[in-house]
């Protein structure tokens, strides 16, 4: 008898357990489905001083903050951990984890930003047209002196890691470059007109041991006529989407390069946005309920979510599982394949947003303010 009096009372005690985890389970998923009406501010916002063409991109600790006079890197609770002075007319930057680099479009000065908050300070042998930088802090430039294109990468500490040139009679005019997040493969677009036709050239590059076995570590060459390639990009370190008029192409480039889909887009693309889950379009619509057309897809090609929306947004962006798109009057975020979290009209203007660490918390940056924000009003 006492046996099964024991038995009794650990299957009670399971079922207990079991109801709790299950109450849980069920409570988190209800908070993980809520839409919110409004926001309150967690804490003091910071306040920044008032400066013109301010930029905000993210980085691993927090915000990176970049001006004409200098850099920051901030945190969500608005404490500035590294500081960068410098003096640019027309500053341009790029994050990778906590690397960081900004150059001077149309000039020769260039800051690396390596993930231990060490400067380097460059000058490039000609005009920089844009800069892209990996995880430990290697960059890559795309210099331009008239007639001649040349991409250099650096080391984090300022030296040469690799240097190459075109010829704008021959190669056409650079559109676009996308560096790997461990700095080892880049990927070029080059437009170019051949018997009075439109054509683009990707050229893939692999700098590890497999391209050392080819020319400049060139893997690989894809050429596309009537076709514009306007922006390529890495979600992860051997993925690469490159987006054209027609729509965009999947490529696995572990090694070498290999097309894997071809996702063809009827409508005009007007913004697109990547993570290492996502890559998400834009589209301008003609059909009822919108005038334009969110669609996400996973990295296997495959549409994920699709949303008709009033609004053209300028800024789209992924956090986590969160589609974040605004603009300089109305903030909307949702989950990708589940609900609305908020959309709202806003009294500041927002540069940068992200989620924190939590369901329902986010980081909102403007020109002059940093503020740590929580969802509120359940509907």
């Known amino acids: 008898m006492k046996k099964y009096k024991w038995q009794i009372i650990a299957g009670g005690i399971g079922a207990a357990v079991l109801l709790i985890f299950l109450m849980i389970f069920i409570a988190r998923r209800n908070k993980n489905n809520r839409t919110y009406m409004n926001f309150d501010v967690i804490g003091k916002a910071t306040e920044f001083s008032e400066t013109s063409e301010v930029h905000y991109l993210p980085s691993a600790k927090g915000v ?145 041991d497999v391209g050392g076995n080819y020319v400049d570590g060139l893997v690989a060459v894809q050429i596309f006529k009537d076709e514009m390639i306007a922006d390529v990009e890495f979600t992860d370190n051997d993925t690469v989407v490159a987006f054209g008029d027609a729509g965009f192409r999947i490529y696995d480039m572990e090694e070498i390069a290999d097309l894997k889909h071809d996702i063809k887009v009827e409508e005009p693309i007007k913004t697109v946005a990547c993570s290492d889950q996502y890559i998400g379009i834009i589209v301008e619509s003609n059909a009822k309920g919108g005038n334009y057309i969110v669609r996400i897809y996973g990295k296997d090609g495959k549409l994920l979510d699709e949303k008709s929306i009033m609004e053209g947004y300028s800024e789209f962006s992924f956090s986590g599982k969160d589609a974040i798109l605004f603009n300089d009057s109305e903030l909307y975020i949702y989950r990708v394949g589940g609900k609305d979290k908020i959309q709202i009209e806003m009294k500041r203007d927002l540069r940068y947003v992200a989620t924190i660490d939590g369901v329902n918390e986010f980081v909102f940056v403007g020109d002059t303010f940093l503020e740590r924000v929580r969802l509120v009003g359940e509907k």
Request: aromatic residues 8%; proline residues 3%; charged residues 15%.
């Open 64 to 208: 990176f903050r970049y001006t004409r006079d200098g850099a920051e890197i901030v945190t969500v609770k608005g404490k500035s951990v590294v500081t960068v002075p410098y003096n640019m007319n027309k500053p341009s930057g790029d994050t990778c984890g906590n690397s960081a680099a900004i150059g001077e479009i149309g000039g020769k000065s260039l800051v690396i930003l390596d993930p231990n908050g060490t400067v380097s300070m460059v000058t490039t042998a000609y005009p920089i047209v844009k800069v892209q930088v990996a995880s430990q802090g290697v960059t890559a430039v795309w210099m331009n002196n008239g007639s001649e294109d040349y991409i250099q990468l650096y080391k984090a500490d300022g030296s040469t890691l690799v240097a190459m040139s075109t010829l704008v009679a021959t190669s056409g005019f650079p559109v676009d470059i996308a560096l790997s997040n461990d700095g080892s493969k880049l990927v070029t677009a080059f437009a170019s007109f051949k018997e009075e036709h439109l054509q683009t050239q990707l050229s893939f590059y692999n700098f590890g």
